[in-house]
């Protein structure tokens, strides 16, 4: 009876779709305590965040993503290497030295890193192929490492000390452990079952999303109350990075990749500060565990304005 109740409820918020992930942000900052006590939940979330995404892909559809190997590097090094500083660098020229540094440098962060976790996830409650999404933040954590020291100290302007090795590794720990996990499960449930769950997975995602939004979100609430401007203003330029990021995106990959254009674009409009700032070897300033928080606003309510402009390029449902 209970097992039933808890599908029925994960059904709905499935049926739901980018409505509940939006309204979730704002249930999370609302809660100030119970943020506190959900802070240490963050990595299991992004863990099981993409253990769904690995459950709900289209094998299929993967394996022709991946007979196409030379569109994958390309776009891969659009979203972790030219995007990034050409973003960086017009944000310098147009406000660089109005910007507080420890907001600088989470922005830095942000921009250096790879795609969030939930992107895939993300791109399947749009009714879009999750597939090259998948596969764009399985090489953008391949070329983390490389890319992202010396990416966020030219963003920055700054040193940016970063363990590259314990980020490759946590990363490798992370997405092959999570690909792991998803292989047992598909196999033991077998493709027919997963279909038929494939609206609860989407009310597990958009479960997911409330516990991470809950954690990341310890604190904020009360720099809101004690500087409100401030922290409206930080949201307004993470929209506005954000934005810049999905709309660039798309408009150079439109024409290439036609209806896959707009599922690259939420991945490389949305970033994973969380694996920089855990990889960070020192202590990261108030200011950018500040903007860690409330860039996650757009993370989570631009797919959902986003959700009449999927349906429009065949996704949706």
């Known amino acids: 009876m209970i097992l039933a109740r808890i599908g029925?409820?994960?059904d709905w918020l499935g049926r739901q779709g980018m409505r509940a992930v939006a309204l979730s942000v704002f249930i999370a900052m609302a809660l100030p305590a119970v943020s506190s006590l959900a802070r240490p939940l963050v990595a299991p979330?992004?863990?099981l965040l993409l253990v769904v995404a690995f459950l709900k892909i289209d094998m299929a559809a993967m394996r022709v993503v991946l007979t196409r190997p030379l569109r994958l590097a390309l776009v891969t090094l659009w979203t972790m290497l030219v995007l990034p500083a050409v973003v960086g660098l017009a944000l310098h020229g147009v406000a660089g030295s109005t910007i507080e540094p420890g907001v600088m440098l989470g922005i830095a962060m942000m921009l250096a890193s790879a795609p969030v976790m939930s992107a895939p996830a993300f791109a399947a409650l749009l009714g879009l192929d999750a597939s090259l999404s998948l596969a764009l933040l399985i090489a953008s954590c391949v070329l983390l490492p490389v890319s992202a020291p010396p990416l966020a100290a030219m963003i920055a302007g700054q040193a940016v000390d970063i363990d590259v090795a314990g980020l490759a590794l946590r990363l490798s720990l992370?997405?092959?452990?999570a690909a792991g996990m998803a292989l047992i499960l598909r196999r033991l449930a077998g493709p027919a079952r997963l279909d038929a769950a494939a609206r609860k997975l989407d009310g597990l995602n958009v479960t997911l999303l409330f516990v991470f939004a809950l954690a990341i979100f310890d604190g904020a609430a009360a720099r809101f109350w004690a500087t409100p401007l401030y922290v409206l203003t930080l949201v307004a330029l993470s929209f506005g990075l954000a934005l810049a990021q999905v709309a660039l995106t798309y408009l150079v990959w439109r024409p290439w990749l036609r209806s896959g254009a707009l599922a690259i674009a939420i991945a490389a409009g949305h970033r994973n500060m969380g694996v920089m700032a855990a990889a960070a070897t020192t202590a990261l300033p108030a200011e950018a565990w500040l903007w860690f928080?409330?860039?996650q606003f757009p993370i989570y309510l631009l797919p959902y304005f986003l959700t009449p402009f999927?349906?429009?390029?065949?996704?949706?449902?």
């Open 8 to 10: 029925a409820a994960l």
């Open 45 to 47: 979330s992004i863990f």
């Open 174 to 177: 992370l997405v092959g452990g």
């Open 293 to 295: 928080a409330l860039a």
């Open 310 to 317: 999927a349906r429009r390029q065949g996704g949706g449902r």
